[in-house]
């Protein structure tokens, strides 16, 4: 830890989750995809081909050992919006736009897509559930750890101090310059902790995504959270990056799921 490579495929793991707790973060390699998808891409609304993008899924999860009917899956759409999954995906229905996804079945294969914006992965040992949750700046300023905890124990029964939290690869503050409109929003969702998010330098501002994500978990009650520090816009040999790409890219994929 935390690489393992598998297959032909390279995935990060987090060493807070025990054993029991199948999960990766997996890098872009492996795959069947050519630039500028290159090359486990498994997102299917970037312009790759459907055919090369389910063969890269399939891939990951045999990888995991988990079949790919176990999967569910959401529209991600920016998003505080919580799924609880009480069976895998049936292919013939439409995905749900949310952007968190919850489950205590072990049947069930937890999946998201991302290319800058921070996975976030949950563990309650206890009440055994688990959780992924993308957050980009919109889903981090509408509190996306945060919703994801609350509908923990709302749903599940879960203390937020069993909570295991996990902040993925993500592009890091360095490469991640914003825009007055997101600063203000920054202020008016961490009040006081907001210049601790906030860097300036050279005329140019800088939001750090990582430190929001922890700063949530920590408000909502997390005691227990591990953060990768990986860069995406600085690895672009493990990491599709859509603002070091310029758009033109890929999805890596995020997995979880409980081992019966």
């Not at 750890?145 to 902040?167: D, F, H, S, T």
Request: charge should be negative; include cysteine; aromatic fraction near 8%.
């Amino acid at each position: 830890m935390p690489f393992i490579e598998k297959n032909g495929l390279r995935y990060y793991t987090f060493d807070l989750f025990p054993r029991s707790v199948l999960h990766g973060v997996i890098t872009r390699r492996g795959g069947v995809s050519p630039a500028p998808w290159e090359s486990l891409n498994v997102g299917g609304t970037v312009g790759d081909d459907k055919t090369r993008v389910r063969a890269n899924r399939q891939r990951t999860f045999e990888a995991f050992g988990r079949d790919l009917s176990s999967i569910f899956d959401v529209w991600q759409v920016h998003s505080a919006d919580v799924v609880c999954a009480d069976q895998p995906i049936d292919p013939d229905t439409d995905l749900t736009q949310a952007d968190i996804i919850l489950t205590d079945r072990p049947e069930v294969t937890l999946y998201m897509r991302f290319a800058d914006c921070v996975p976030l992965l949950f563990h309650d040992p206890v009440k055994q559930v688990i959780g992924l949750a993308h957050a980009g700046w919109v889903g981090t300023m509408k509190g996306a750890g945060r919703a994801a905890v609350e509908a923990m124990q709302a749903r599940y029964g879960c203390k937020p101090e069993n909570i295991l939290a996990a902040v993925g690869p993500s592009i890091g503050v360095d490469h991640y310059e914003v825009g007055a409109d997101v600063i203000v929003k920054t202020r008016e969702s961490f009040g006081a902790d907001a210049e601790r998010l906030i860097e300036s330098r050279n005329g140019h501002t800088y939001l750090d995504l990582w430190t929001a994500n922890y700063v949530q978990l920590q408000k909502a009650g997390v005691e227990h959270i591990e953060v990768a520090g990986l860069c995406t816009a600085c690895h672009l040999e493990d990491w599709f990056s859509h603002r070091a790409e310029k758009g033109k890219t890929g999805r890596f994929g995020a997995l979880m799921a409980l081992q019966a």
